[in-house]
């Protein structure tokens, strides 16, 4: 992470290429939220990764407040990133938070666009040449540390020829390392917000939180730095022309300087903040009675008792325990899981789906253990010390085995002997351990 300042400019018109016709978003999209809330709205639709892009609408405390007004525009420029971005490689796409609004049925009307009322009056935030320092000040502490934002700040800016900033790459930091600004009220043309350059200005400072680009890049400009200069149509050119937008700009030139290039320094394809395309759904039940507690990662998923069509990332590692009810035990996987073991690891390729069956329990097992030594089970159940009673709906076969200088000196209750010990009926067994 460098702390720098990174501006988009506006750039003169007689000082830019010929000016392009402006291209529209292809589609217009209507946010079906209501309210104005800081706080991410939970659940997430987005469960692969806590690793998530939320917009946010910000005005100072004198402010007029817009926020109805502009959703819809930064719904289509959310829109408008993500296709751009598949354009660009169909194999990644920002992962931006959305939740599921009640009765939405378009998955950009769902975007989760947060509202802040800033604690200071636009004069406040005019007294720098840009409001970036000052904002992220304010905003100090307010976002998660796996978050990444993208604020509006609709206040003026003294320097107007400044379209949009962030104070950090950060390739592996949100929270307050994390945030992009957009100055709407700029002279750089952003409004109306969501048909024209708003999008661009957005995924141009997007693209430098993520990391873009580091010193190595052999395109880096000579006077501005974290922006590449081979090509004018480089969303990463430090100036913004007049009538862009992000249709006539590509995603690294060449693949030479940020994004899915061949060299040794960082390459924003791999940040943890895009999601890997296609995505699948995925789907867990259960047949009796019990839990399932899946993951993704480190994020815990909505499938306790069990889950339908999540969407998660191609090549997504998910982990399942599936953890009987009492008076029951469990059997076995079906579907993508397979065997007897209560754990599974899936790897998501394709449409996944498992079903984890649990059946009466036929056989209730006590353990105990005398010394320093420990009893497990196959199937697996029991690991004693620790989990030293469970239920089975089949045979059980229990082993001792002796910590480092002790030995097994042999079984009491039920079973004898050393060898291991083969169960069918509920029993209660001890194990015993000697010091050598
Ligand atoms: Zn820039």
């Given at each position: ?39 991410n709205?939970?659940?997430d639709?987005e ?5 998530q892009v939320r ?41 931006f938070d959305r ?13 989760d ?324």
């Open positions: 992470m460098r702390r720098v300042v990174v501006p988009v400019l506006l750039v003169f018109a007689a000082l830019s290429a010929p000016s392009l016709a402006s291209a529209r978003p292809p589609a217009t999209y209507t946010w079906c939220g209501t309210g104005e809330t800081t706080a709205r939970v659940p639709l469960v692969t990764s806590d690793q917009f946010f609408y910000a005005i100072p405390s004198d402010g007029t407040d817009n926020f109805q007004a502009t959703a819809d525009g930064i719904v289509n420029d959310a829109a408008w990133i993500d296709q751009w971005w598949q354009a660009q490689d169909p194999s990644r796409t920002p992962r939740y599921p609004f009640p009765g939405c049925t378009s998955p950009w009307g769902q975007l666009i947060g509202f802040i009322r800033l604690p200071h009056t636009a004069a406040y935030y005019t007294t720098r040449d840009s409001p970036s320092i000052l904002l992220d000040e304010d905003l100090a502490g307010d976002f998660p540390g796996t978050q990444k934002s993208i604020v509006y700040y609709d206040g003026p800016t003294r320097n107007d020829q400044i379209c949009g900033e962030t104070d950090y790459l950060s390739n592996t930091f949100g929270g307050d390392n994390g945030i992009v600004y957009l100055f709407p009220q700029s002279a750089c043309g952003l409004t109306p917000i969501g048909s024209g350059s708003s999008a661009e200005v957005a995924a141009h400072e997007l693209l430098h939180n993520l990391g873009a680009v580091a010193d190595q890049a052999p395109n880096e400009c000579p006077t501005s730095q974290s922006h590449v200069c081979d090509s004018k149509q480089d969303i990463l050119y430090p100036f913004l022309s007049p009538d862009s937008n992000l249709d006539l700009v590509t995603l690294d030139v060449g693949h030479d300087d940020y994004y899915a290039h061949s060299g040794s320094w960082w390459d924003v394809q791999d940040s943890a903040w895009l999601e890997h395309l296609p995505q699948f759904p995925f789907s867990l039940s259960e047949q009796g009675s019990g839990r399932l507690v899946a993951r993704s990662g480190t994020l815990k998923l909505p499938c306790d008792a069990g889950c339908t069509s999540l969407s998660l990332d191609n090549g997504a590692t998910v982990s399942v325990l599936a953890v009987p009810a009492a008076g029951f035990a469990f059997s076995s996987w079906s579907g993508a899981c397979s065997g007897t073991a209560p754990s599974c690891v899936l790897s998501v390729g394709a449409g996944t789906s498992a079903t984890a069956t649990f059946v009466k329990a036929t056989l209730r097992v006590t353990a105990a253990v005398t010394g320093k030594g420990k009893v497990t089970s196959s199937p697996a159940g029991i690991s004693c010390p620790g989990i030293c009673r469970t239920a089975f709906a089949v045979p059980v076969r229990l082993t001792a085995k002796p910590s480092p200088g002790w030995k097994f000196t042999g079984w009491r209750g039920v079973c004898t002997g050393t060898r291991p010990c083969a169960l069918s009926a509920t029993a209660s067994v001890r194990a015993v351990f000697a010091r050598r």
